[in-house]
């Protein structure tokens, strides 16, 4: 089940068409899942170098970095069994139409980049409740058991913003929303985790070709 707090701060669905392209593309899908996850371990271990005299954080940051490293070995685990091999993907647009807006200056940059990471793990949350139904009992199930900890950590990074701002984050929160809503929303070239509407193939390639183009 969605937790209603994640329904209500996203400001769109997922669209069908990209649980349909993530449907098509299994391989794309579990790659990419697998570097969100490792991504979301280093993020942490970014933050905690560059706050680190923020000891809440630096707690909070820790099992947050081990808790996506487990799910990066549980990813790579169901990838070993289905004969995926590991590599590298490039990114979709997401992140970037998020970051872009982020302040330059402390202590904004700080609550700006807590409350990103809000959105990305609250979009991370929705996409699996989406995509759940769809998939084989083995990845359902999987996708299913990593809600709890998705919204967690949607929770934790939102309560950080709120607790070492000086200032009601509200305008913040609802700025954020927008553009987080539009790069949902936006037409994306390639298919990832967190990628936009799917741009129609061309079909004069091959589907793998055209995904990592």
Known sequence: ????????????????????????????????????????????????FRYAEREDMQQYLSRLAREELRHFEQVTALMKKRGIGYRQLGPSHYAQRLHQHIAKQEPDKMIDSLIVLAFIEARSCERFYRLAPYLDEELGRFYTSLLKSESRHFEGYLRMAELYAKQPIDERVAFFAEVEREAILTEDAVFRFHSGVPKPLDHSASPTRAVER
């Not at 329904?7 to 794309?28: N, R, Y």
Request: hydrophobic share 45%; glycine share 2%.
């Open 1 to 48: 089940m969605l937790i209603p707090e994640i329904e209500a701060f996203l400001q769109c669905q997922t669209p069908q068409s990209w649980v349909e392209c993530a449907l098509d593309h299994p391989e794309e899908l579990l790659l990419d899942h697998a570097n969100c996850e490792k991504k979301a371990a280093g993020t942490a271990l970014s933050l905690m």
